[in-house]
């Protein structure tokens, strides 16, 4: 599900896509000082980090649904893949959106109440980033987004000592105890995918444009959490 952002670098041909993809990630990702999930002050984040989380998740579907009808409209070997693999995606990622409103309730927090709360404009300009890229240049880009939402999962055994530490109930975890379990999954199988891809140079230079930005968006929706 999500994480960080700053630059890239040249990577030989020879090297697969998705394995490009993942060395400019690693090179534009900030050196971590700690792991989320042990932040001191997690307790007290955690409603407004589920609340952004959300706000991220809740687009995921109308992302891939808006992907899968451009690239549906492709004449391209390529297009017709990207319709069939982001049609796929849509059946494994809906109703998250629903899972995270069922854990802020644990929390206290109303579905109404969580609804009716503008989200920041941070959020807005990281999911309208890939709206621009994939209606006028190509669908292509989401991969990139979906890279860097699914690259970096949480481990099991650090969000059961989260719960410990923060005396939170289990319940609020759920959605991510969940993409604790999924997402290593749906890592390689996008690594797989992405390299199974006639891909041009282009393509592979907006995949890293899209996941470099998704960095530097994350970042920035989440810096709200430390003001």
């Known amino acids: ?15 697969a896509a998705s394995a490009a993809l993942r060395q400019k990630l690693a090179l534009a ?63 494994e990622e809906a109703s998250h959106d629903d899972w995270l409103l069922d854990d802020m309730l644990v929390l206290g927090l109303e579905r109404s109440q969580v609804l009716s ?19 006028h240049v190509h669908p292509v880009a989401l991969l990139g987004y979906i890279a860097v939402l699914e690259g970096d999962p949480p481990r099991e055994d650090e969000l059961e000592a989260a719960v410990r530490r923060t005396g939170l109930p289990h319940d609020a ?21 992405i390299d199974s891809l006639s891909l041009s140079g282009q393509h592979q230079s907006l995949l890293a444009v899209s996941a470099i930005t998704t960095l530097d968006g994350l970042n920035k929706v989440f810096s709200r959490l430390s003001e």
């Open 117 to 135: 709360r503008v989200p920041p404009a941070s959020v807005a300009e990281l999911v309208g980033a890939q709206y621009y890229w994939l209606h």
């Open 29 to 91: 990702r900030d050196v971590p000082t700690e792991r989320f999930w042990t932040r001191p002050d997690l307790r007290d984040i955690f409603p407004e980090f589920l609340f952004l989380t959300h706000c991220i998740i809740r687009a995921s579907v109308p992302l891939m649904q808006a992907a899968a009808e451009v690239s549906r409209a492709g004449n391209s070997e390529t297009s017709r893949r990207l319709a069939d693999y982001f049609g796929h995606h849509v059946t």
């Open 173 to 193: 975890f759920r959605t991510f105890i969940s993409h604790a379990k999924l997402d290593p999954h749906h890592k390689q199988e996008l690594d797989d995918f």
């Open 1 to 15: 599900m999500i994480m960080s952002g700053r630059a890239s670098s040249t990577v030989e041909p020879s090297v």
